[in-house]
């Protein structure tokens, strides 16, 4: 079985000079269809999505970023925050880039699935059915907790920079 490879980019602003940290939001989205409808904490996620080996990761991170938001990624430039390995096994790959996005601009890709399940009936759904800007406490509260290193490394670099 091959290796499920996943690519995103995390969007985020910088905090002025009077706020705590250098890191004042990043852009998470929310999960769309019907298992994550009623869950807030644990169902947000880095615009991501899998890809194939034939594909670079910073290549597929992009196209992902245009299917689940229906926008073109920002220009850049790429903060590359490394690999992440998943409990299900999935190796995501993530990069920052500074930007700024109108949630109400958002106009996500959808998914097919069968819905109520074993009932022959297949519905479509939003890929990511919100998006949101959230200060960092907040987008760990949110975050599917196999991404939670993502922020970290992100808040380390600009810590530096």
């Known amino acids: 079985m091959?290796?499920?490879?996943?690519?995103?980019?995390?969007?985020?602003?910088?905090?002025?000079?009077?706020?705590?940290?250098?890191?004042?939001a990043v852009l998470l989205g929310h999960m769309g269809g019907p298992f994550f409808e009623r869950k807030d904490a644990g169902a947000w996620s880095i615009p991501k999505g899998e890809y194939?080996?034939?594909?670079?990761?910073?290549?597929?991170?992009?196209?992902?970023?245009?299917?689940?938001?229906?926008l073109a990624p920002p220009p850049g430039p790429y903060l590359p925050l490394g690999e992440v390995r998943q409990a299900n096994g999935?190796?995501?790959?993530?990069?920052?880039?500074?930007?700024?996005?109108?949630?109400?601009?958002?106009?996500?890709?959808?998914f097919r699935m069968e819905w109520p399940p074993r009932s022959g009936t297949y519905q479509e759904f939003p890929e990511i059915d919100?998006?949101?800007?959230?200060?960092?406490?907040?987008?760990?509260?949110k975050l599917v907790k196999g991404q939670f290193?993502?922020?970290?490394?992100?808040?380390?670099l600009l810590a530096d920079g």
Do not use: H, I, M, N
């Open 130 to 141: 919100r998006v949101a800007w959230c200060v960092p406490a907040e987008a760990q509260a």
């Open 2 to 24: 091959t290796q499920k490879r996943s690519a995103g980019l995390l969007l985020f602003r910088r905090a002025g000079a009077d706020a705590p940290g250098p890191l004042a």
């Open 90 to 110: 999935k190796l995501v790959t993530v990069w920052a880039v500074e930007a700024e996005l109108d949630p109400e601009a958002v106009r996500p890709g959808t």
């Open 52 to 70: 194939e080996p034939d594909e670079a990761a910073e290549d597929a991170a992009r196209r992902e970023f245009e299917e689940e938001l229906g």
């Open 149 to 156: 290193t993502f922020l970290e490394r992100l808040s380390e």
